[in-house]
Each structure stands twice: as C-alpha cells, then as structure tokens.
C-alpha cells in the first residue's frame, strides 16, 4: 500500500487501526472478500454486531427515514490537506448507503483511479454520528484493516424534528478497537444547530429540511477536532462537510444525489 492510499483511507476511517491478521482474527482475506463482496455484506455488516444494549440505546432516540427509503447513493469529493501541505488533494469517490432501520446504515464508499476500483471503505454506521464498525479493503492488500469502532454510548436525546438554531446535543461514547472488550477510551461530541433549511440548498435532488451541526469532539486524552455536518431529516443520516483536526483538514461536497 502506498503512503498516498494509507493517508487517503486514514481520512475516511480515523481512529485505531486494526490488521486483521489470519490466526488472530478469524477473518477472510481480501482476495475473498471480493470474490463474493455482497456475501460478506450481508453476514458482516448487519445490525446484529454492535451489542444488544448499544443497539437498544441509539434505536430509543428514534431516527428513522421517511418511509420508502431503502438505499441512497452518491458522488462526493473529498479535499484534505495535512499539516505543511499547500494544496489540497481532491478525491472523488461513490457512496451507498442501505438503510438497515432506526438510523442504522450500512454504508460503501468506493475510490477509483482512471475507472479502476481500488479500494472499498465499509461501515456499520448509526445515523452518520456513530461508526459501529469498519474495514478498510485495498486492492492488493492481503487482509482488510479495521478502524477503531463506538462500543457503548450513554443514553441522549436528538431530535431533529423540533430542534432549533442554536439548540444543541450532547452525546458520550466510549470507543475501542474490534477485539477490545474493555478499558475504552471516552469521547464527547457537542452539536449545535447552526441553520435549518430546505436540504434541496445542499443538492437539488435531496427532499425534506435539513439542520445543519456544528460539532466538536474531545476524547479523555484531550484531543479535540471540530466537524460540520447537515443532516438530512428525511433520510436520518448527517453527510460529513467539514474536519478539522491538528493534523489534518477536510472538506467534503455531494455531486450527485439519489435514493430509493
């Protein structure tokens, strides 16, 4: 893997990296996995991983799409710069979502160079605050790389529904790599309501209102990043906007847009 492809998925699926080695990780190979992708969707990404009780916690805050929606797709292009860097490297790439209900989604983003695939970053996601679980799958690579994952979350409120500019929540979680059953680092992540719009402003194609978050994050370790977001009241999904670490800035934008 290149120093180029490592910093790119580092952007997509930031945390604790995880090599799935055989013999540590019961886990297939690359070279399996994309012998029969959608088989490993379907038995790895599924809203029966995350615990019963972390499942229980996000379904009682109550996001669920308008009714119909079963998958979403898109185009994004990402810009990122890290620390020293001048010019920003852009980076188009697709997106889908399948929405797996109360929030949960599981989501693929594919990158391409010159129309080949070559790398997969796959998700278990709640609602596009909470990363549940991910592999980062490059082509050539002999085993997938997973990232760090949200393993509990204490009980909160959001709700887009009512909420107004300059209205705010607040939500804790604790985060751990993929075979981590304890000592979990404490995150908390703060949103304020900073616009509430037709969500058509951010692409023509997507129906409803949407709110757009301004967040900040400090982990227990006192590393802190800012994000924007809007979040999409019809879909119960928030798309990334804006990252801005110590390390590293992001800024997203949606091309294209469809669901159904």
């Known amino acids: 893997m290149t120093s180029s492809m490592q910093s790119f998925f580092r952007t997509f699926a930031p945390g604790i990296a995880v090599v799935l080695l055989a013999g540590c990780v019961a886990y297939p190979t690359v070279e399996k996995i994309e012998a029969d992708f959608n088989g490993f969707l379907a038995k790895e990404y599924t809203v029966a991983y995350p615990p019963a009780a972390l499942r229980a916690k996000l379904t009682e805050v109550g996001l669920k799409p308008k009714n119909g929606i079963k998958e979403i797709s898109m185009k994004m292009t990402l810009r990122q710069s ?55 799958i490059i082509k050539g690579d002999t085993f997938p790389v997973a990232y760090g994952e949200v393993k509990d979350v204490a009980p909160f409120r959001f709700s887009p529904g009512t909420m107004k500019v300059g209205e705010k929540f607040v939500a804790e979680s604790k985060f751990g790599n993929r075979p981590q059953a304890f000592n979990f680092s404490t995150e908390t992540m703060e949103c304020v309501a900073e616009k509430i719009a037709p969500a058509s402003t951010v692409n023509a194609k997507i129906s409803g209102n949407a709110i757009w978050l301004g967040c900040g994050t400090k982990n227990d370790k006192g590393f802190e990043t800012k994000k924007k977001s809007v979040y999409l009241i019809d879909y119960a999904l928030a798309i990334p906007l804006e990252f801005r670490s110590p390390t590293r800035t992001q800024d997203y934008e949606i091309t294209d847009f469809s669901a159904q």
């Open 82 to 136: 890290g620390v020293g860097e001048q010019t920003p490297k852009v980076s188009p790439f697709d997106v889908k979502l399948v929405n797996l209900g109360d929030g949960f989604y599981r989501e693929v983003r594919e990158l391409r160079n010159n129309g080949f695939l070559t790398a997969r970053f796959v998700y278990l996601s709640w609602a596009g605050f909470f990363q549940l679980k991910s592999d980062t």
